[in-house]
């Protein structure tokens, strides 16, 4: 491990939202950004990958997958493998995102088998934590954090092969934040207790042009993993612009 500096990341997750038409998005953050000094990445849905890679090929921002199966090839009707994605242009994989979790039912022990087969792939796993609203309610945060990255992240995980992405449940989507001493209790607990010191800690949940400023301005905050915003080259890229001015 060269770097012992958090790298700083604005990761773009489109989730199942994209056809063609939108790699025109892509098209223009990648003239918008030709050499961006911290690290921009675009997760399209997986038939994106290949056509997405082709539209940023020659800038400087980067793809990744959402999700990968923990096997390497086979019997895995509908799944996708690290190396599928590596092959189509992937040097990043989102992993243990709570949708995947809430909705296929995903568990810690899945999340860090994923991750491993990341690793395997040579791609570098992004993995998500957080609480939901009810959690929160019940003082439960940091227990339930703490619980998932003890699970998620196997022996073995350094700067250089895995992303933290701290992501309130009830913040995806819903156009609410956590203050930021909330932020900065989280992302404290994420520094203390994370594998490696230059991991880098995402937060994500309703980052948008209005409010990237004042989040990256928080302590202990490396970047963001953004959903909504990211659809859009002008909003995504105000929040990149953002990141690269704090
Ligand atoms: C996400 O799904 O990872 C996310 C952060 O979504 P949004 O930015 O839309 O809240």
């Not at 030709?34 to 940023?56: I, K, R």
């Not at 690290?82 to 242009?89: P, W």
């Amino acid at each position: 491990m060269s770097d012992r500096t958090p790298k700083r990341i604005a990761a773009g997750n489109w989730k199942m939202n994209g056809l063609s038409a939108e790699l025109a998005e892509a098209e223009a953050l990648a003239a918008a950004f030709p050499a961006p000094a911290a690290s921009v990445l675009l997760c399209p849905p997986a038939t994106l990958l290949a056509p997405m890679a082709q539209a940023l090929a020659g800038s400087a921002i980067g793809l990744g997958g959402q999700d990968c199966h923990a096997a390497e090839k086979g019997a895995h009707t509908g799944d996708i493998a690290a190396l599928m994605l590596a092959d189509a242009g992937a040097g990043h994989v989102i992993l243990g995102h709570s949708e995947r979790r809430a909705h296929h039912g995903e568990t810690d022990a899945q999340v860090a088998a994923k991750l491993r087969a990341a690793w395997a792939a040579g791609l570098t796993g992004i993995v998500c934590l957080g609480e939901t609203a009810a959690e929160r309610a019940a003082g439960r945060t940091l227990e339930v954090v703490g619980a998932q990255l003890a699970g998620s992240l196997p022996p073995g995980a350094t700067a250089a092969n895995t992303v933290i992405a701290y992501e309130p449940v009830w913040a995806i989507g819903s156009g609410q934040t956590p203050t930021p001493e909330e932020i900065v209790e989280v992302h404290a607990f994420l520094r203390q207790n994370a594998p490696d010191p230059a991991i880098s800690l995402l937060y994500g949940g309703s980052v948008n042009p209005g409010n990237a400023a004042q989040i990256f301005a928080i302590a202990g905050v490396d970047g963001a993993l953004v959903g909504g915003a990211s659809l859009k080259a002008v909003d995504f890229g105000a929040i990149v612009t953002a990141l690269l001015a704090a």
